[in-house]
């Protein structure tokens, strides 16, 4: 598949929950439009009541890769996400929030690193930032910490799998782990 000039090693859809996301999502959508490997972006608008709505209809007119899917009743980004699954159709998935702040060509760098080394997911490190752009340097949870250390052993990169350790199925910083009661 060739875009823009340069080749794609593979597709990856993009998942976006959002909900009252006026201030954020033109940045949004505009960054990850910028990846050459996102072939399909799925914005999921949780009953917004700002211009969420007509924002992302803009998006979706102008480029054939975004599309705007709305919940019935406002019930939280896991349930957002989860009403997207079905329609994925890349051959990886992430899921970026609306008001997410998207590194540069990162779906890209991302996709090609999966594909380099074969896997089948990619855990990367997040940094929540406050209203003026300053990261927080916020500690994960201690029980991922320790999986992590203990699993890296001090190396940057490890390419590993869920059957060498199972245990990366039960950490909590990662979209599955959410839940709604809606």
Known sequence: MQKRGMSSICSVTVVVPAYNAERYLRRTLSALLQNNCVTQILVVDDCSTDSTITIAEGYARSDGRVTLMRTERNSGAGVARNMAIPYITGD??????????????????????????????????????????RANNRRMAESDEFFWAHTLRGKRILHTDSLRHPQIMLTLNFPWNEYSTG
């Open 92 to 133: 990886y998935c992430v899921f970026i929030d609306a008001d997410d702040i998207v590194v540069e060509r990162g779906v890209d760098k991302a996709s090609t690193l999966l594909h380099t080394m074969g896997s089948d997911f990619l855990v990367y490190k997040w940094y929540r930032t406050d209203m003026y752009g």
